[in-house]
């Protein structure tokens, strides 16, 4: 995955550099938004947003990064609803 991002917006479209930190943070930030309970919505399970997670592999996600997160189990799935 190179380090830049598709950036679109009503006027206009062009690419974004990422820094490294940035995608470090992207991964357990999604997940926490993804299992912690919100106004408009109930929080997902541990087993669906790891699927979903999956699915922004080198898109939405550093593929190195996810893969470390997931096989090293760095989140606390007692703390999701």
């Known amino acids: 995955m190179e380090?830049?991002?598709l950036i679109v917006d009503d006027e206009k479209m062009f690419y974004s550099v990422v820094g490294f930190?940035?995608?470090?943070?992207?991964?357990?930030?999604a997940f926490?938004?993804?299992t912690s309970l919100r106004p408009h919505r109930?929080?997902?399970p541990v087993e669906d947003v790891i699927l979903e997670m999956g699915k922004g592999k080198g898109k939405q996600f550093?593929?190195?990064?996810?893969?470390?997160?997931?096989r090293e189990k760095i989140y606390d799935s007692?703390?999701?609803?």
């Open 78 to 81: 007692s703390n999701a609803f």
């Open 62 to 70: 550093d593929p190195g990064i996810l893969e470390i997160f997931l």
């Open 21 to 29: 930190e940035a995608r470090i943070i992207a991964v357990p930030d």
């Open 32 to 34: 926490d938004a993804m």
């Open 42 to 44: 109930k929080a997902m």
């Open 3 to 5: 380090n830049r991002i």
